[in-house]
T-cell receptor, first 113, second 114 residues
Framework: DGGITQSPKYLFRKEGQNVTLSCEQNLNHDAMYWYRQDPGQGLRLIYYSQIVNDFQKGDIAEGYSVSREKKESFPLTVTSAQKNPTAFYLC????????????FGSGTQLSVL | GDSVTQMEGPVTLSEEAFLTINCTYTATGYPSLFWYVQYPGEGLQLLLKATKADDKGSNKGFEATYRKETTSFHLEKGSVQVSDSAVYFCALQNYGGSQGNLIFGKGTKLSVKP
């Protein structure tokens, strides 16, 4: 079945540590996105990529980095510069130019030890 | 800038009750409007959408009508079920804004009791 796979489901980060969240899709979508969800808040866009080897900052990119070396993969690194990383992270994808419908993964809950 | 405002939750209803979740928006131009649903521990799923004024989106018994005069997109269902318990997000996408950027409301948690 086609879809988006995020891993791990739960992740713990120590102080000063970088961690990487995985996002893989087999939908042949050109565009991929990372959102952050905090309790009682809407989703906020971290980074997005419309095509391989290209990506743009969203509204809250500070303390995060991404890469897009393959169409299927869009990993997100939460760096030590992100001082409040505890949140639920959601990856999504869409057909490029068709902004109407995003397909979401099941999310990764990141917590700080 | 563009924004979405949803009624605050949580909303608790008995099975078969009528549901309304209010959503209003602020945007320039003619945005597309969406309702997404998030079941516990999962990502979001598109529930319904409307792309122009007076359009009605519908799916799984849920409906919402794009009202440009009141800048609203309220979600309704005539008879809720326990399985409808989830968080509902209203969202807009303005083609004049950042590419790919959906603007989400804060979400409204719905709990349906048997």
């Amino acid at each position: 079945d086609g879809g988006i796979t995020q891993s791990p489901k739960y992740l713990f980060r120590k102080e000063g540590q970088n961690v990487t969240l995985s996002c893989e899709q087999n939908l042949n979508h050109d565009a991929m996105y990372w959102y952050r969800q905090d309790p009682g808040q809407g989703l906020r866009l971290i980074y997005y990529s419309q095509i391989v080897n290209d990506f743009q900052k969203g509204d809250i990119a500070e303390g995060y980095s991404v890469s897009r070396e393959k169409k299927e993969s869009f990993p997100l690194t939460v760096t030590s510069a992100q001082k409040n990383p505890t949140a639920f992270y959601l990856c999504a994808s869409s057909i490029s130019g068709a902004y109407e419908k995003l397909f979401f993964g099941s999310g990764t809950q990141l917590s700080v030890l | 800038g563009d924004s979405v405002t949803q009624m605050e939750g949580p909303v608790t209803l008995s099975e078969e009750a009528f549901l309304t979740i209010n959503c209003t928006y602020t945007a320039t131009g003619y945005p597309s409007l969406f309702w997404y649903v998030q079941y516990p521990g999962e990502g979001l799923q598109l529930l319904l959408k409307a792309t122009k004024a007076d359009d009605k989106g519908s799916n799984k018994g849920f409906e919402a009508t794009y009202r440009k005069e009141t800048t609203s997109f309220h979600l309704e269902k005539g008879s809720v079920q326990v399985s409808d318990s989830a968080v509902y997000f209203c969202a807009l996408q303005n083609y004049g804004g950042s590419q790919g950027n959906l603007i989400f409301g804060k979400g409204t948690k719905l709990s349906v009791k048997p």
